[in-house]
């Protein structure tokens, strides 16, 4: 028997660092850090991504749609060997960057998640295969795959054609685009259909078809959305446009699918899972509608030349999006406990953060003025996303000692 508040535990000590070094990074523009700055960069978002959000979904999928399968010693290898490859990023990203030793353990997880796909594809029982539940995690799988492109291509580019190459950038954004907008959303919003699902709601199947058509054709042609910073010919600004209109149009369908659900979802989560559902929930909104002006050229490049506006919206949704539904569903299916105190420092180092970091980014567009101080603000408030990780993990490690 697998006991897996522990493996969330793992996933939140990630979490933990990736905050902390979140905070280092920040002082990097307030005080000299004897330190390389792209290398911390790559420890952060690696972490981020495959220690905390990967873990994070991996074991809510194994909970709710493979633990039936009776193969938990095969789930525990995988686990394991998953574990050994971000750790090994972990120790090697912060003082080589990429380098051999770090390109070895980041190819190895490639790997790893590679293993877990199979695993999950395989093993799925009988009775959920046909479920529309299943069809969107089993996609969101295919996403994680086929994301992993980005990063075997930029091996070559780099050896090639260098990092100053727009292919070496094109390569990184394939990857970021697939794993945000394919892997975490799709895996997440099978989760929901399955909690839907196991409460007996029906759905027309010309409902569920239209919105799977749709949001699978955006996934493949918002990819377009992440090219134009290059200055592409016309029709890549057209597919991305088009792209950017069916996302709107999937996920108008989502809120007509949703809309006879909403009063069952408001009973089924607890206060702190339903408040976290709804900011993920207007916060989709917004991605949706940044992504639809971002098919425009004018803001297409000025996104290119104000970085923080792409930093703005990764952290949207990341920290708003996707870290919100994930820890609901944690805590709907009791394997993770969201303490008030964890969920208001959450709320206020994100909310004002995500303030600052737009804030410089219109500041430079539109000649506003640009505080002294404001680095030091940044990193002020950044220091709350420990304390909130750290409130809801050691809360975990407490819950785990209690139950066992």
């Given amino acids: 028997m697998i006991n897996l508040k522990k493996h969330i535990g793992v ?31 790559h420890a952060h978002s690696h972490t981020a991504l495959l220690g905390w959000i990967y873990l994070g979904l991996t074991t809510l999928i194994y909970k709710i749609f493979l633990s039936e399968a009776e193969k938990s010693k095969l789930y525990k290898r995988i686990f394991v060997f ?22 070895i353990f980041s190819t190895l997880f490639l790997f790893a998640s590679y293993w877990f796909t199979w695993f999950a594809i395989k093993n799925i029982p009988e009775h959920l295969k046909h479920r529309f539940s299943w069809k969107l995690v089993k996609a969101s799988l295919w996403y994680l795959v086929f994301s992993s492109i980005g990063p075997w291509a930029i091996g070559g580019v780099m050896a090639t054609l260098g990092t100053e190459s727009i292919w070496y950038k094109t390569s990184i954004y394939f990857y970021l685009h697939f794993q945000y907008n394919g892997w975490f959303i799709l895996a997440l919003l099978g989760i929901l259909f399955y909690i839907l699902e196991e409460k007996s709601f029906l759905f027309k199947a010309e409902q569920l078809k239209s919105f799977f058509f749709l949001l699978n054709f955006a996934v493949i042609f918002t990819l377009f959305l992440s090219v134009l910073w290059f200055g592409p010919p016309k029709i890549i600004y057209v597919l991305g446009f088009i792209g950017a209109v069916a996302q709107i149009l999937a996920f108008y369908e989502l809120y007509i699918l949703l809309k006879k659900q909403w009063s069952f979802l408001i009973k089924s989560f607890s206060p702190q899972g339903l408040l976290l559902f709804k900011i993920a929930g207007v916060l989709l909104v917004v991605k949706v509608f940044m992504q639809f002006f971002s098919a425009f050229p004018y803001m297409a490049d000025l996104a290119y030349r104000l970085k923080d506006f792409v930093i703005g919206y990764l952290h949207l949704v990341f920290l708003g999006i996707v870290i919100p539904l994930m820890l609901a569903f944690l805590n709907y299916f009791r394997l993770l406990n969201i303490p008030k105190s964890f969920l208001w420092f959450f709320l206020v180092a994100f909310i004002t953060t995500e303030a600052l970091i737009f804030y410089k980014a219109f500041a430079f567009w539109l000649g506003l003025p640009f505080y002294q101080n404001y680095y030091i603000l940044l990193a002020i408030l950044s220091c709350l996303f420990p304390i909130a990780v750290g409130i809801l993990f050691f809360n975990q490690i407490k819950s785990f000692y209690l139950s066992t």
């Fill in 82 to 103: 998953t574990n050994i490859c971000i750790l090994g990023m972990l120790v090697t990203f912060p003082f080589q960057g990429y380098a051999l030793y770090s390109i």
């Fill in 11 to 41: 996933a939140l000590a990630y979490f933990l660092l990736v905050a902390l070094m979140g905070v280092l990074l920040r002082l990097f523009f307030v005080t000299p850090v004897q330190l390389n700055f792209k290398y911390i960069l």
